[in-house]
């Protein structure tokens, strides 16, 4: 019979340091793996409403499985979740269902853990000032997340609405070690920032080049398909590139792509590598204190089935 993770199965047991230990694998059977990896199938369904298939195999935790989800906008005040949907597990050698998580706690801990071990990768070793950009319960779980697999010295929170940003910021600053504040101007923010995360449902720039200093590392999570592009091209251009998979960034990165658009960069040479590449030490990430690192983030099944077999092997701890 499978296990069955509802959310609160998922956020009471997924916890950052445990999902970071499988997920860090994951991206590196991935980046070495020689399987092709089919690319996720995504249905407009009405406007701002989507339906997503995201398939794949991991033969290193032998699972083979899906995500399957639907994101609908969220009703001012509603209780319901952006992302709906679940994540399936099947044993690679029985075929037999073995493991069901619920999708958006999982996605909301994968994608957050996922920018944690690309910012240990490439950011400075004494980058500790983080900025996220958004508010939403993506953004807060980037804070919570990176709190507790990197050392910091303050976390801020920049987003449209600053009342609402001062509300997060408070939020977490009651439940974290490190303090968190909010800042209303956007290239303050960014300024002072060691570290930033970029996680909005921005349909254009929300960062500007001219605010990044130089030795900054930034993980653009907000936008994980072609169109709505949270950072300006010329910051793609300065930045030494890297995605947790190149054939869904040549597709799916709208940043990479609006760069590539506006002749700023060679689109064929402009990725630096996979973060599994970098992780496996087979491409070079930040190589000068000055660096502007910029890790896209698209997702990828691989996370997910990683996931959930760090849920089935403490189920099978438990049992």
Not at 8 to 36: G, K, Y
Not at 48 to 72: D, E, H, N, Q, W
């Amino acid at each position: 019979m499978a296990h069955i993770f509802n959310e609160q199965d998922v956020a009471q047991q997924l916890t950052p340091t445990r999902c970071a230990h499988w997920v860090a694998r994951a991206m590196i059977a991935l980046s070495t793996d020689a399987r092709d990896q089919p690319l996720r199938n995504i249905i407009p369904v009405a406007p701002g409403r989507l339906f997503a298939l995201m398939p794949g195999s991991l033969p290193l935790f032998g699972l083979v499985g899906a995500k399957v989800i639907t994101a609908y906008p969220q009703s001012p005040g509603s209780q319901r979740t952006r992302h709906r949907g679940m994540v399936l597990g099947f044993d690679s050698e029985s075929g037999e269902l073995i493991g069901m998580a619920d999708a958006h706690e999982v996605t909301l801990i994968r994608t957050a853990v996922a920018s944690a071990i690309a910012t240990n990768a490439l950011a400075r070793p004494d980058a500790a000032r983080l900025t996220v950009m958004g508010t939403g319960a993506q953004a807060q779980s980037h804070a919570r997340v990176l709190a507790e697999l990197r050392t910091l010295d303050r976390i801020a929170i920049w987003g449209r609405d600053f009342t609402t940003a001062q509300q997060v910021a408070a939020e977490l600053d009651a439940r974290l070690a490190v303090p968190v504040v909010a800042i209303a101007d956007a290239e303050q923010a960014v300024g002072e920032a060691d570290i930033l995360a970029t996680v909005t449902g921005s349909p254009t720039p929300i960062l500007m080049d001219a605010w990044v200093k130089p030795g900054t590392h930034i993980n653009l999570v907000g936008s994980s398909h072609a169109g709505p592009y949270e950072a300006d091209p010329p910051l793609v251009a300065r930045a030494r590139y890297y995605v947790d998979c190149e054939p869904y960034a040549r597709v799916a990165a709208a940043e990479f792509l609006e760069a590539a658009k506006a002749g700023l960069i060679d689109d064929k040479q402009h990725i630096r590598g996979e973060i599994g590449q970098v992780l496996a030490g087979i491409r070079t990430g930040r190589e000068h204190g000055g660096d502007v690192t910029i890790y896209k983030s698209l997702g990828h099944v691989v996370q997910d089935l990683a996931a959930l077999r760090c849920l089935l092997e403490l189920a099978k701890d438990q049992a």
